[in-house]
């Protein structure tokens, strides 16, 4: 066995580390009362990311990317989840994020569609979620019903990120109420300017993303728009999402890293009833802690990306990096807070933002619980 990072990783993690170091961390303070900043980053920072060879580094080299495996897309997430001044969610300094499932499409939508997004002409979003199918999307109501060469669509989405900037979204419906997750869904592209679609309402959260409400009401929506086959929706939307707990993962291991190299210095040289915090059993075992799980939480990550790069069945593996990254990644920035005292809610630091994003992690893309309710099938199959 090697543990050893082959040398092209470990120096393209070096060159990330470096970049973040550099180019985003000082903008932290900036960032956060300055829209335009935020805004202006990805073409400010376009040519030092081009330089990086890391401009559309998770897009496949077949599409114009730069067609990175899963190891070193993990160490890419990593290092740039150590700054704030990149949202949590849908960074663009690495060019338009793509939503995988476009991967999948042929002919004339791939050019209008997949293309359109990889040029930064198009933006899109991707709507499954509804008011009573969220954690279970099965149950949902949306219903697309065949009508000679067109679908019509009925049904109202919720908590869909971007739904206001999108030219199109990736729509999942019911087409079989009889089958549902078992081949009566189905995923179709919807133009935002289609007669019917409205975004009727945003949320306010604590976190950045300001997700909508999208009402469909009697659309209708070429054949040709279908993802796939009839049936195949759920599959398509689940295909995915392997790769997503892994960033997820990717993203705590940052944030833990960061939380430590925040805590460790400031309580070198805080000094309370005449001691230094880092002298303090207390303090020092949380440290302990992320450091412990930051090791953890490399090991699995490593072993799951790897896995996943050699085509292996990685689900269960995605489900741990997932579960153990944002639990103990939140766990990192409330412990971070609690050594910086006051300061630690300020937002001059990193520290609440990373506390907010965090907690908001265990919610998306799978909540943990519905996570440990899957795996917990598994083990139980796995030792009975
Ligand atoms: C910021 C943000 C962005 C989002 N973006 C998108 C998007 O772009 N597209 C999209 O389609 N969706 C999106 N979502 C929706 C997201 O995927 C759902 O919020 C998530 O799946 C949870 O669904 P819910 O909110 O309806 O919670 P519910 O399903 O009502 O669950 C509520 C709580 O109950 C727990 N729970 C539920 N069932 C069980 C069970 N069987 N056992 C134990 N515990 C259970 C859950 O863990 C959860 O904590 C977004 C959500 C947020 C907050």
């Not at 199109?168 to 549902?180: G, H, I, L, N």
């Not at 599959?235 to 925040?262: D, F, P, T, Y």
Request: with cysteine; aromatic share 10%.
């Amino acid at each position: 066995m090697d543990f050893e990072l082959p040398e092209e990783l470990r120096l393209l993690k070096e060159n990330i580390r470096r970049f973040v170091d550099r180019e985003l961390i000082p903008l932290e303070r900036e960032v956060v009362n300055d829209i335009k900043l935020q805004k202006a980053l990805p073409n400010r920072l376009r040519d030092k990311v081009e330089a990086l060879g890391l401009w559309l580094f998770d897009v496949p080299e077949e599409f114009g990317g730069a067609g990175l495996g899963m190891l070193a897309k993990v160490m890419v997430w990593s290092e740039i989840s150590r700054t704030t001044a990149l949202p949590a969610r849908y960074i663009e300094i690495f060019g338009p994020p793509v939503s995988p499932i476009l991967y999948t499409l042929e002919g004339e939508a791939r050019e209008n569609y997949l293309m359109a997004v990889i040029r930064g002409e198009k933006k899109s979003c991707f709507a499954q979620t509804e008011a009573d199918a969220g954690s279970d999307p099965a149950a949902m109501r949306t219903m697309a019903v065949r009508d000679g060469d067109h679908y019509v669509i009925n049904g109202v989405k919720r908590f869909i990120t971007n739904a206001d900037e999108a030219d199109f979204a990736q729509v999942f419906a019911v087409t079989d109420p009889e089958k549902r997750a078992r081949g009566g869904i189905t995923g179709f592209l919807v133009d935002m300017n289609t007669p019917g679609v409205k975004v009727t309402a945003s949320y306010d959260l604590m976190i950045d993303d300001k997700p909508c409400e999208i009402v469909f009401d009697n659309v209708r929506v070429p054949v040709g728009n279908r993802i796939g086959k009839e049936g195949e929706g759920f599959k398509q939307a689940q295909s995915w999402i392997n790769s997503g707990r892994i960033r997820h993962g990717a993203r705590s291991l940052g944030v833990i890293e960061r939380c430590m190299e925040l805590a460790i210095p400031y309580a070198k040289q805080r000094k309370t009833f005449g001691a230094y915090l880092a002298e303090r059993q207390s303090v020092q075992w949380p440290l302990i802690d992320m450091y412990m799980d930051a090791h953890k939480l490399r090991l699995m990550l490593y072993h799951a990306a790897w896995r996943f790069d050699r085509g292996e069945d990685c689900r269960e593996d995605a489900f741990m990096v997932k579960i153990f990254g944002d639990e103990r990644s939140f766990w990192a920035a409330d412990r971070c807070m609690a050594i910086h005292g006051g300061i630690g809610l300020s937002k001059e630091l990193p520290i609440e933002r990373f506390f907010r994003d965090q907690r908001s992690m265990m919610i998306t893309e799978g909540p943990i619980e519905i996570l440990k309710m899957t795996l917990a099938r598994h083990v139980l199959r796995t030792y009975g």
